[in-house]
C-alpha cells in the first residue's frame, strides 16, 4: 500500500496514494471508518493494524485492486473486525 498515516488532533489522517483514485478513496474509507470514535492512539493502531493485515490478505489474492479500484471485487466485502 502507498500512502501515509499521522495521529494529528486526536485521531489518525490518512494519505492514500499511487493506485488507481477508487482503490485510494476506498482504502482511505475503510481506515476512516476503523478508527472513527474517541479512541486512544494505541486503540486506533490496533484497529489500522487488524485492518491493514486484511487488506494485504485480499490484495494478494485480488491484485486487480490497485489497478480497477474496489469494483474489481464485484461486490464482495471483507470482513476484519
Known amino acids: 500500500m ?29 481506515l476512516k471508518d476503523a478508527t472513527k470514535g474517541k479512541r486512544r492512539p494505541d486503540e486506533a493502531l490496533e484497529r489500522v493494524t487488524k ?17 480497477h479500484g474496489p469494483k474489481a471485487l464485484k461486490g464482495l466485502t471483507i470482513k476484519w473486525e
Do not use: C
Request: hydrophobic residues 35%.
Open 2 to 30: 502507498r500512502g501515509s498515516y499521522d495521529w494529528k488532533d486526536g485521531k489518525y489522517t490518512f494519505k492514500m496514494r499511487g493506485h488507481h483514485p477508487d482503490y485510494n478513496a476506498w482504502v482511505t474509507q475503510l
Open 51 to 67: 485492518l491493514l493485515k486484511k487488506l494485504d490478505e485480499v490484495i494478494r489474492a485480488n491484485p486487480e485492486l490497485l489497478t
